[in-house]
Structure formats: C-alpha cells, structure tokens
Nanobody, 113 residues
Framework: VLLQASGGGLVQAGESLSLSCVAS????????MAWYRQAPGKQRELVAG???????NYIDSVKGRFTISKDNVKNTVYLQMNNLKPEDTAIYYC????????WGQGTQVTVSS
C-alpha cells in the first residue's frame, strides 16, 4: 500500500488546515488508518485513527479540534485540523495497517503564534 499525504503548510494559531492521504489501493478492507506526527526532538505519536468500521480515536490534546474521516470511494483519509496551536507543529504522517503497517511520506505543518 502506497500512501501519499498532502495538505500541510504554514498557518497562524487559530487557523485551520486539512490533510489528505490517498492510498494506492482500496482502503475498504484496511483495518485501521491513522495520522501520526513527530515534532523536532520528540517521538512520533498517534494523533487520530479510524477503523474499518468508522470508529475514531484521538489523543486528548486534539479532541474537539481535529476530525479524522475517510472516503472509501476515493481511497482517501482526511484530517481536518481546526483552531491550530503552535504545539501542533510537526511533520504529519499517514499510516495504514493491513497485515503490517504502511507509512506515507510526511507533510509539514507549522503553526506560528
């Protein structure tokens, strides 16, 4: 499974960004897809995930601000990020789990104060 992430950029605090991750194959039968992020000097962390059935989970720091969703027809997973904060600055990675984990290239999100 090849994953292509896009949508990162430079925004000011309080603004929004939408990330997209397009898979090379059907995501209908992928067990779990997620967005991770890695800030400089920090470990990569799970930001949000969505299961095959559509159940979602989020880390506490983004609850109420970020929304993960998917479109099985377009083979795309989205991450809508609202009310961005400087601490959201990181490289964001798309991840899919189907027998094993697959990773996309990262997309940089920078939030200025």
């Amino acid at each position: 499974v090849l994953l292509q992430a896009s949508g990162g950029g430079l925004v000011q605090a309080g603004e929004s960004l939408s990330l997209s991750c397009v898979a090379s194959t059907s995501i209908f039968d992928i067990n779990y897809m997620a967005w991770y992020r890695q800030a400089p000097g920090k470990q990569r962390e799970l930001v949000a995930g969505i299961s095959r059935s559509g159940s979602t989970n989020y880390i506490d720091s983004v609850k109420g601000r970020f929304t993960i969703s998917k479109d099985n027809v377009k083979n795309t997973v989205y991450l809508q990020m609202n009310n961005l904060k400087p601490e959201d600055t990181a490289i964001y990675y798309c991840n899919a789990y189907k027998s094993r984990p697959y990773w996309g290239q990262g997309t940089q999100v920078t939030v200025s104060s």
